[in-house]
């Protein structure tokens, strides 16, 4: 199975009282389970024809909370550039 890795980081004064620490860390939680999942729908069961291994993939994000967005980059690692290369086309972009 791919192993999928994050690190995301929040950028960026928070001055909203209403969206305090805690509701940053809700949302940044179910943004990772919803990129888990897209990542999961498309290279969960993908293997290597040679080498029979799964590919990780690290995906690295900032959340500016002053623009409230997320950029999102995927990293990733595998035996060999054929599974790099095969597990970049199937996950895309998002
Ligand atoms: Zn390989």
Redesign the pocket.
């Known amino acids: 199975m791919t192993e999928i890795t994050f690190n995301i980081t929040v950028d960026g004064e928070n001055d909203d009282p209403l969206f305090d620490a805690t509701a940053v860390d809700d949302m940044i939680d179910s943004t990772r389970t919803q990129i888990r999942q897209h990542i999961l729908k498309r290279v969960g069961d993908l293997k290597?024809d040679?080498?029979a291994?799964a590919a990780r993939v690290i995906v690295s994000g900032t959340y500016s909370l002053e623009s409230e967005q997320l950029e999102i980059q995927y990293g990733i690692e595998?035996?060999?550039n054929?599974?790099i290369m095969k597990t970049a086309a199937l996950l895309g972009k998002m």
Do not use: L, S, T, V
């Open positions: 290597c040679q080498h291994q595998a035996c060999c054929a599974m």
